[in-house]
């Protein structure tokens, strides 16, 4: 990004430093894009298995965005003073605390890890949960409304990058689409449990823990992104994901191996700029 001599950020163009080292990286790699090569057999048992406990992350947001639809309609019978103000918090205290968790999630995925951060929002979902099957107030309800919100924003996040990162190119789109099923599932499973249970709006509430923690255990014998692993310059552990992946001869392996490390590369060149560098930017270049 250029900058004049008052340290002014200029427009991006055609032959900005950005554009100029995407192209130069871009250009000296072609030898490694996907068109070169097809990806070999995949391992089917491991890669459903790492799908379902993925997906988990989408079934929590749609449950825990959706049940409180019934949950609210029972809130007065332990809490008789409540507000429609108060209910109206309860409600919107989860999204709240979405678009923080989403805007974090970003952040803790790239330095820490796609698995590690699952792990967080798995954290939070299962603290708020407890805490609003529990609560003995209003506001403690809502605090646990915020935690499970901060937990929905970075599942949100998280889940769709960490699914595109490991699946295979050819069914890439139709993996990274079944976190939209699995929220839609949740929603559909917040609505019947809501019948089920009928008054009963603390079970409701609290019952979003059990797969929050399934998916906890699960993704301990998932693997990391190989692509966060290859951006990290963490080679070995690259091919030892890859191969769980795969069912792959060793030159395959090799192959897919130096194809993401060309990839890392691209990513670093764009680092450098910051988050309010590209947003500004953003507004720049289509200001009339």
Sequence with gaps: MNRDPNNNIQ??????DMSKKYNSVHEGEGEDTDSEHEDPEVNIFYMVFMI???AIGGFLFGYDTSVIAGANLYIDNDFPGVTDFQKELIVSMTLLGAAFGSLSGGSIADKFGRKPTIFVADFLFTIGCVVMAFTPSIAILIVGRFIVGLGVGVAAMVVPVYLSEVSPKKVRGIIVNLNVVFIALGQFIALVVCLLLGNRWRWMLGLAAIPAVLQAIGIIFLCESPRWLAKKHQNDKVKSALKQIYNAEAHELECI??????EAM????????????????LFTKFRP
């Design 52 to 54: 379902f406990f993925a």
């Design 257 to 262: 191996t130096n194809e993401l490390k060309s």
């Design 11 to 16: 427009p991006f163009s055609a032959s900005t």
């Design 266 to 281: 691209r990513v670093k060149e764009f680092e450098q700029y910051t988050y309010f560098e590209l947003l500004r930017q």
